[in-house]
C-alpha cells in the first residue's frame, strides 16, 4: 500500500520559515514527479510546485522565489522549504506523486496518483 505522510506543519507568525517534509513508502518515487499542493478554506487547490526526477523544479506564481522544493531519493522523501511565510498562504498543504515514471504533470493535480492527509500551515499576521 502506497503512503504519502507530511509532516511539519503548524502555527507560525509572518516572515518566519517552515520547513515540511513527506515521506514515501510503499514503492519508490525517485524516477516519478513528486510535489506540492495546497487549499486554503473557501479556494480552489492550488499548484506549490514539484520535482522531477532528474532534481528539476517547477513553482506556482505565488511562492516562486520563497519557496524551495527538494527530494531525497534514498529516503524516499520530499521537502518543502518555506520562508517569507505570508497570512495567505495559510492552507493545508498536501503531498503529491505521480504513478509513472518520466512523467510530469506540473500543476494538473487530476494527474497525480498518490496523496497525502494533509498538514495545516497557519501564519499569523
Known amino acids: 500500500q502506497v503512503r504519502l505522510v507530511e509532516s511539519g506543519g503548524g502555527l507560525v507568525q509572518t516572515g518566519d520559515s517552515l520547513r515540511l517534509s513527506c515521506a514515501a513508502s510503499?514503492?519508490?518515487?525517485?524516477?516519478?514527479?513528486m510535489g506540492w499542493f495546497r487549499q486554503a478554506p473557501g479556494k480552489e487547490r492550488e499548484f506549490v510546485g514539484n520535482i522531477n526526477w532528474e532534481y528539476d523544479t517547477a513553482y506556482g506564481d505565488s511562492v516562486r522565489g520563497r519557496f524551495t522544493i527538494t527530494r531525497d531519493g534514498a529516503k524516499n522523501a520530499v521537502y518543502l522549504q518555506m520562508n517569507s511565510l505570508k497570512p495567505e498562504d495559510t492552507a493545508v498543504y498536501y503531498c503529491?506523486?505521480?504513478?509513472?515514471?518520466?512523467?510530469?504533470?506540473?500543476?494538473?493535480?487530476?494527474?497525480?496518483?498518490?496523496w497525502g492527509e494533509g498538514t495545516q500551515v497557519t501564519v499569523s499576521s
Open positions: 510503499g514503492r519508490s518515487f525517485s524516477r516519478s514527479v
Open positions: 503529491v506523486a505521480h504513478g509513472a515514471m518520466y512523467v510530469n504533470p506540473y500543476r494538473l493535480g487530476d494527474r497525480y496518483d498518490y
